[in-house]
């Protein structure tokens, strides 16, 4: 691998500063109006998740919980209740956990720099990064998917990263960042976005890439990567299992005894109720009692479910 000289690495950030100016999708947590909260609560939920599925949980959340404080006054099965179909509810937990420090330990303000930031409940270095880049134009180094993938391919001439994030991937993304500050900032999100609808994958759109006359995946007659990306299973899997319970929990106005969940409920002696639909789906996965009870089990270990009155809920 060799690096872009001084000459070529500013080309690079002025064409893709120019193509984002250009193409960049139009999301609200990229308003300029969009508050820091926003922004971190967009992090949080575009880990693992599309654009698609969150743009309409975030715009939820943010009528209903415009600042930390409205979140943090709430239970904090409110916010898991309100996290939808996103997927890795544990997400939910953390942003309620962090709404709380937030409240407590900034005066309500979501805090503006890196350090401070890691401090929060749940939040890791990527998160850090992005909201101290994204919401207060501080120079850091943003690594997610999408930019290690682009990185990969641009510098190094690899298809795809490594499977787990390397010292030498960070390195290489600090040695990428525009010493300019604001140029930082539009750098890191001008890759990530590259990585997003351009440089994919599966199926990467050369043609309509800004750089590819610089990247050296491309001009290495583009190899193959040197593994199989595995994507994980869904169906007769255990997070179905969880996920089918939670869509129960969700709707759930009181305690859900736990024979619900093992048999149905007309077959129990109870009339329908508003949990009758995600109940008959959550029965006919036809699940095995021991699957049944490593969710129920599993959600009552991590907080996204308690017992209350006899019956399952989500948390106070």
Same mark, same amino acid.
């Given at each position: 691998? $060799? ?123 990527? $998160?850090? %990064? ?16 999408? +930019? ?35 140029? =930082?900032?539009?750098?890191? %999100? ?23 006359? =610089? ?17 994980? %299973? ?19 106005? $009181? ?21 009758? +639909?995600?109940?008959? %789906? ?14 129920? $089990? ?19």
């Amino acid at each position: 691998m $060799t690096l872009p000289g001084t000459d070529e690495l500013a080309k690079l950030h002025h064409a893709l500063d120019d193509w984002f100016a250009e193409t960049a999708r139009d999301l609200p947590w990229r308003e300029p109006d969009c508050s820091p909260w926003g922004i971190l609560v967009s992090e949080v939920m575009l880990q693992q998740t599309p654009v698609v599925r969150v743009l309409p949980v975030w715009l939820d959340w943010m009528e209903r919980w415009p600042t930390p404080a409205h979140l943090a006054n709430e239970p904090s099965g409110e916010a898991v209740r309100h996290w939808g179909r996103l997927g890795y509810p544990r997400r939910a937990l953390r942003l309620h956990a962090a709404a709380v420090a937030i409240r407590d330990n900034h005066s309500g303000d979501v805090p503006d720099d890196y350090p401070e930031l890691l401090g929060l409940p749940g939040v890791g270095g990527y $998160t850090a %990064a992005a909201v101290a880049a994204f919401a207060f134009g501080k120079r850091e180094t943003v690594v997610d998917t999408n +930019i290690r993938r682009v990185h990969a391919r641009l510098v190094s001439g690899h298809a795809l990263p490594a499977q787990a994030l390397t010292a030498a991937e960070m390195r290489l993304a600090d040695a990428l960042l525009p010493d300019d500050r604001h140029l =930082s900032v539009r750098w890191n %999100a001008s890759v990530m976005e590259l990585g997003a609808i351009v440089c994919t994958a599966r199926s990467p759109k050369c043609a309509d890439c800004p750089v590819r006359s =610089s990247c050296a995946w491309l001009a290495a007659g583009e190899p193959p990567p040197s593994y199989t990306p595995k994507g994980q %299973a869904w169906h007769g899997t255990d997070r179905q299992v969880r996920g089918a319970v939670m869509a129960v929990l969700r709707v759930a106005a $009181t305690p859900i005894p736990r024979e619900m969940f093992e048999q149905a409920p007309a077959d129990l002696g109870f009339a329908p109720t508003d949990v009758g +639909i995600p109940l008959a %789906a959550l029965h006919r996965l036809n699940s095995a009692p021991e699957q049944l009870e490593r969710a129920l $089990t599993g959600l009552l270990r991590d907080g996204l479910a308690e017992v209350h009155d006899g019956g399952l809920r989500l948390p106070a």
